[in-house]
């Protein structure tokens, strides 16, 4: 029974050992393109949405099915954009998540009867992937007509609004949602033709009369309350800004960044305010949300930001990452929005500013904790071992 006890032990530490080994090499050894994974997660949500994934995704929350398709489109745009060798690829995989869209499943949620139509979140996140498409290079003029004039119909409701932020749902409405809308008018000046800068221009001027005054940052709701800043919608805002104005948007993300980065993560509420979790930050763990910290990644991403890199290099270590010949997924492909959510943030690149200065880089020393929760249960185990070995010696020697 001893001696099975001992293998037991020895084998549990080997185990240790190879966790602590694989997860120090995720930690630390250099990433040649730390993107090189993202088509193979996007065969993965292929296969899932086909199935059924985004419909599921839809019993979680109200976006779900949206969600789902949009950051599989987007993350093919970003693939397809930085390599242009991929962009006939990705054009028909963004056509095929713009179909479902525009299908009855995508609009369902939404209401019609709101300018712009089906409300500013709809309009401004399929109006950014529309010009997705346009910027890959691959589009016909018939998709061009499609975003010029929804691009028209998105300024037009922008100009005739008492309000910089537009309703997402029915006397609803979230700064992100008018900032992504925003951002593609952006786009559409970028890959079409300049139209929409002095609307933009003057966006810019009229939101920063409204900031959050505690922050300094967009507030998360403004109708039909006005709630401060949360982390949840900044890394949002964070992703977009940077493709509206460069300037105004580096300004924002260091706020952000003081406010709301941990050593672990990005926090839902700012360093001193604490709250509960909900249908938009999920939940809350040690005051950090776990979708903010993933899109925190990508928003890290366009402003250079060695950040970027330490989150990626977590998520590698604590999402159980599988990489097959074909596909990769993260905790066992348990929650394919999770994952859609990971390869936008890590194919992430402005598609419209040119490259932001770099952020000062930070230390190393973040991945020291990690390192020690990765060996410290096999050298526990090994000194058990060891131990023990050297008991049994002395009671042979007696």
Do not use: C
């Not at 962009?87 to 179909?99: F, G, H, K």
């Not at 290099?313 to 929005?337: C, D, H, M, N, W």
């Amino acid at each position: 029974m001893i001696q099975v006890l001992r293998k037991l032990v020895i084998g549990v530490a080997v185990i240790a050992t190879v966790v602590a080994g694989v997860g120090t090499a995720r930690l630390v050894l250099p990433w040649t393109d730390p993107t090189h994974g993202v088509p193979k997660q996007l065969a993965f949500l292929r296969t899932e949405i086909e199935q059924g994934a985004d419909r599921n995704a839809q019993k979680q929350f109200p976006e779900g099915y949206f969600f789902l398709n949009v950051l599989y489109g987007l993350s093919w745009v970003q693939v397809g954009v930085s390599d242009p060798a991929r962009a006939a690829d990705a054009s028909i995989q963004v056509r095929w998540a713009l179909d479902r869209l525009d299908s009855a499943d995508g609009t369902a949620p939404f209401d019609k009867s709101l300018k712009p139509q089906y409300g500013v979140f709809y309009a401004g996140w399929s109006n950014w992937l529309r010009g997705g498409l346009i910027a890959l290079g691959q589009s016909d003029a018939a998709e061009r007509s499609r975003f010029t004039s929804d691009s028209v119909a998105i300024a037009s409701a922008f100009r005739t609004a008492e309000t910089p932020f537009l309703e997402a749902y029915p006397g609803q409405a979230w700064p992100v949602d008018s900032v992504v809308a925003i951002a593609s008018l952006r786009l559409y000046d970028a890959v079409v033709a300049p139209r929409f800068g002095q609307l933009a221009r003057n966006w810019v001027t009229t939101v920063k009369t409204d900031l959050d005054p505690a922050t300094g940052l967009l507030p998360h709701q403004v109708v039909p309350q006005v709630t401060g800043a949360r982390g949840s919608s900044q890394t949002m805002i964070q992703r977009f800004l940077v493709d509206i104005d460069p300037t105004f948007a580096r300004a924002q993300y260091q706020l952000f960044r003081d406010k709301f980065v941990t050593g672990l993560g990005v926090r839902e509420y700012p360093e001193g305010t604490a709250g509960q979790g909900d249908v938009d930050s999920g939940p809350l763990v040690l005051g950090m949300s776990l979708s903010a910290t993933v899109v925190g990644m990508g928003a890290a991403r366009v402003h250079h930001d060695p950040l970027a890199d330490r989150l990626a290099r977590t998520g590698e270590l604590v999402g159980l990452p599988f990489t097959g010949l074909k596909t990769k997924r993260y905790l066992f492909g348990a929650v394919p929005i999770g994952d859609a959510f990971l390869a936008w943030s890590a194919s992430a690149r402005p598609l419209v500013a040119t490259d932001q200065p770099a952020v000062d880089g930070s230390s190393g020393w973040w991945r020291l904790p990690w390192l020690v929760l990765l060996w410290l249960p096999a050298l526990l185990l090994w000194g058990a071992v060891r131990l023990r070995h050297r008991g049994r010696r002395r009671k042979r020697a007696r």
